[in-house]
Every structure is written in C-alpha cells, then in structure tokens.
C-alpha cells in the first residue's frame, strides 16, 4: 500500500540523524513491513513470524529512535507522520543492506569473475584438471580459468598482475607473493616395449648413444641431464628437443627414444604407453607456487591454494618411482 506523503517542513528526519547503536535491519524490516501492510498481523505473515513478535520488534525499534511510529488507538495501524519520513529512509537503507548481502553472497560463490590460474606446461596438464574439478564442486557457481604459458611468460606477467595464482619453474622473480617451492623427483619415461624398460633403474651408462629427447637448452632439466652424462662420460645422444615435458613424453611413447622429465607429467602419460624408471643420479625438478604482488587474496584464492598444494603432494607421492 503506498504510503502518503506528509506536507510538514518542519519534520526533517534521516536515519543519520538517529541512534543506531542498538538499531537493526530486522527493525527497520519489520517497520517496512508494518507501514505498507497497516497491520501487523499481515506484516507479520510477510516476515514468517507471529504477530506478538513483530509488535515486539517494533516497541524495541520505537524505544530505540525514541518516538512513536503508530497510531495503535484506531482500527488500522496508522504511521505517525514521523513514521511516514522515517519510512523512505529506511526502505533505502533495507535496499542497501540487501545489496550488501548480495554481493556478499556473489563473493562467497565467486561470481564475481573467473579465478584466473596460470601456469607452465607440466602441472597445467598434469594437476590442475582434477584440482579445478575439486574446487567447482566445493564453490557452486565459481569459473576457473587456466592460462597454460612457458614458465618464462607466467614469470613476465607477474607485474601486470594479469592472474590470482600462478605457476612456474625456478627461478621465480621476487614481487611474488607467497612463493610455495615444490621439489619432484625426476624419471626416465620410455615406450613399455622398448628393451630397456627390463631394468629397474637407468642411468647415463645405460644410456650411453641411445636416442634420446631432450628438453630446450635453457630448460632446467636440459643442464642437470647434460652434466650427469658429461660426469659419467657417457655418449648423450639427443635426438630431439622438446620445450615441454609433455611432448618429451608423447615422443618417448612412440618408441623413437628416452627422455627424463618430472614426475607429475611421467605420470599423467602413463595412459599411453609410457613407463618409467628411477633416474640415477637422482634429479630434482623445482617450481613454485605464487601470487603477483596485490591485495590480500580472497577466500576463494585461499581456498584453491589449499587445493592445489595437497594435490601436488598426493599426487607425487602416489606416483613415486
């Protein structure tokens, strides 16, 4: 029911102007409710609640701003023209309130835009499909995003804070934020047919002159393969060179020759064909988890995190060679 307008300059109410200390937004929606159905047993059926609650809510809410708000000596209830003043105020100040709830509520569900991971090659293929499952079903209505890059261009998009969590191999420029380092354990990957998938472990002498794929020059694993090869003085015959783990391993599974890569990807290929054995010497593959330099994160920031580091850790020690 509209509620009429009072033509009285002298009655200049906001609720600035009024005790909010002990004022709260069930007052003020039991008040709304009152003042448009002008009676509080149907305000009362609006709110879901009974009729001696409601008359409650609204003497504590009276008792608080310090004036009677209606005429309870009528039939109907009837606002004072105080009430009718009041009455603008508070519907826009109920609106903000479920503004506030709403945006709120859209933060708690992350609908406010994507979560934006990136990271290399290896644990976007290997990781973050299952973590980002895991996430969506724990947060309904949330959006992951993954931008796969070399660990090089997640590192040069760390100043344009272009994601909220990203991933790449060592080493990690110092603007990021709370850089996670994980250390995997390295294996050679081969074809299950290939003769020497017979040894339980294989080294630079074993694999002295065989075909091998190796990863880019500047590729961490390139230098720890190179000097344990150069070390035992074996012959390293590269074949190829791949600039991600994940073609090292596509090539090794055709048979065309070995290649030493981190765990995480020697096992998310294994579906194919491929094996793998113990590297000797041990080598170590490290990349780390960050944030670029913002804010404090969100829940959801937070919460994918958590994720993301107890999946690595299963993940690799489910899959130790």
Not at 159 to 176: K, M, N, W
Request: hydrophobic residues 50%; glycine residues 4%; proline residues 7%.
């Amino acid at each position: 029911m509209p509620v009429g307008i009072v033509d009285n300059p002298g009655l200049s109410l906001t609720i600035h102007n009024l005790n909010l200390s002990a004022m709260n937004v069930r007052h003020m929606q039991a008040f709304r409710a009152v003042i448009e159905q002008r009676s509080m047993t149907a305000a009362a059926r609006q709110l879901g609640i009974s009729q001696p609650a409601i008359s409650g809510l609204i003497q504590r809410f009276e008792q608080d701003i310090g004036f009677p708000l209606f005429d309870r000596a009528r039939t109907r209830v009837e606002p004072t023209p105080e009430a009718v003043l009041l009455y603008d105020e508070v519907r826009r100040s109920i609106a903000g309130f479920d503004r506030v709830a709403q945006v709120a509520d859209d933060l708690r569900r992350a609908r406010t835009g994507p979560l934006i991971v990136a990271s290399h090659p290896s644990v976007a293929i290997s990781v973050l499909p299952a973590v980002a499952a895991r996430f969506a079903a724990s947060h309904p209505g949330a959006r992951v995003r993954f931008m796969t890059r070399s660990s090089q261009l997640v590192k040069e998009l760390i100043p344009l804070r272009a994601f909220d969590v990203g991933i790449a191999e060592l080493p990690v420029d110092s603007t990021a934020v709370d850089a996670e380092v994980f250390d995997i354990e390295c294996v050679c990957v081969l074809a299950r047919r290939d003769p020497l998938a017979r040894h339980a472990a294989l080294s630079p002498r074993l694999l002295s002159g065989v075909p091998f794929i190796a990863m880019f020059p500047e590729h961490m694993l390139y230098r720890a393969v190179a000097g344990a090869f150069e070390e035992a003085g074996a012959a390293w015959n590269v074949i190829a060179e791949a600039e991600f783990t994940a073609s090292a391993c596509a090539m090794a599974a055709t048979g065309a020759g070995v290649a030493v890569v981190d765990l995480l990807t020697a096992r998310t290929f294994a579906p194919i064909g491929l094996v793998r054995r113990p590297f000797r010497p041990p080598l170590r593959y490290t990349f780390a988890v960050f944030r670029p330099p913002v804010r404090p994160p969100s829940q959801r920031v937070h919460d994918f995190l958590a994720l993301l580091r107890d999946h690595i850790a299963s993940f690799a020690a489910k899959g130790k060679a």
